[in-house]
Every structure is written in structure tokens, then in C-alpha cells.
């Protein structure tokens, strides 16, 4: 979902962080009351800002709006690629650990393979070292 969206979506509370008027973060969190779970859902911060702990600020004060809203625990995810090491490095300073999680997708659309003689090719990445497991169906 493009930042804009999440920033206007109903579910989602959104705060930002501003330096000489201009804003150079942002901060959205989702509420999952019946898990008493809060997420992080998305935290981005301009690049040029990035490195001086305006990510660390948002993210902690999330988390300590989350446990005043009832929340009992926190969640945030990412990708496992070298792309999303800086976050990974983040979430871990400010005190989120690791959740192995194996996702699978299947591509539905090639139910009609056999009847067109195509092959699907299936192929698994190991992101390592966030312990995902990724299947990606091609037709």
C-alpha cells in the first residue's frame, strides 16, 4: 500500500516526525484489539534524514502508545533482503526479536497449465538471516 493510503486508511493512526517544517518521517500503526496486538505497519524516514535516530524516536513512541492503548505485544515486518538491513538493524536496537515464518504463495491462475502445455517453474528463496522462507509460483 503507497504511503499516502496508509497515511488516510480508517484502521490506521499516523504520526510524523518534523525537523525545521518539513517532515522527515513518519510513523503508522495498526490496533489488533482481539490479539491485544499492536503493528507497526509502516515507518519510513527520508533518506537524507536517516542515521540520526528519528526511526528509533517513531518507532519507540509507537510502541509506548501501543501499551497505552492495551496492547501486549508488538509486531513489524520486513524483508529479509540486504535492502531492508538498516530496518532490520532498527527493530532489533529498539528490542524486537526474530519470528521464523515460512509463507507460501500459489499463482491460481495456473489451474488451466496442463491444458496449455505450459510449465510452472517453482522456485524458493532462503532469506537468510531473517529465516523466511519464500515459494513463488511462475507460469
Given at each position: 500500500?503507497?504511503?499516502?493510503?496508509?497515511?488516510?486508511?480508517?484502521?490506521?493512526?499516523?504520526?510524523?516526525?518534523i525537523?525545521?517544517?518539513?517532515?522527515?518521517?513518519?510513523?503508522?500503526?495498526?490496533?489488533?484489539?482481539?490479539?491485544?496486538?499492536?503493528?507497526i505497519?509502516?515507518?519510513?524516514?527520508?533518506p537524507?534524514?536517516?542515521?540520526?535516530?528519528?526511526?528509533?524516536?517513531?518507532?519507540?513512541?509507537?510502541?509506548?502508545?501501543?501499551?497505552?492503548?492495551?496492547?501486549?505485544?508488538?509486531?513489524?515486518?520486513?524483508?529479509?533482503?540486504?535492502?531492508?538491513?538498516?530496518?532490520?538493524?532498527?527493530?532489533?536496537?529498539?528490542?524486537?526479536?526474530?519470528?521464523?515464518?515460512?509463507?507460501?504463495?500459489?499463482?491460481?491462475?495456473?489451474?488451466?497449465?496442463?491444458?496449455?502445455?505450459?510449465?510452472?517453474?517453482?522456485?524458493?528463496?532462503a532469506?537468510?538471516?531473517?529465516?523466511h522462507?519464500?515459494?513463488?509460483?511462475?507460469?
Amino acid at each position: 500500500m503507497p504511503p499516502l493510503d496508509v497515511c488516510a486508511a480508517e484502521d490506521t493512526n499516523v504520526w510524523v516526525a518534523i525537523d525545521a517544517g518539513s517532515t522527515v518521517g513518519f510513523v503508522a500503526v495498526k490496533l489488533h484489539s482481539e490479539d491485544s496486538m499492536g503493528e507497526i505497519y509502516m515507518v519510513a524516514v527520508d533518506p537524507d534524514f536517516q542515521g540520526r535516530g528519528i526511526g528509533s524516536a517513531l518507532i519507540e513512541f509507537a510502541l509506548a502508545w501501543m501499551k497505552d492503548a492495551g496492547m501486549s505485544v508488538a509486531m513489524v515486518e520486513t524483508g529479509g533482503d540486504p535492502g531492508h538491513e538498516r530496518a532490520r538493524h532498527t527493530y532489533e536496537k529498539v528490542g524486537f526479536e526474530l519470528f521464523p515464518v515460512a509463507r507460501y504463495f500459489k499463482k491460481l491462475a495456473c489451474a488451466d497449465v496442463k491444458s496449455q502445455r505450459l510449465l510452472c517453474s517453482l522456485w524458493a528463496i532462503a532469506l537468510v538471516p531473517s529465516n523466511h522462507v519464500w515459494f513463488h509460483v511462475t507460469c
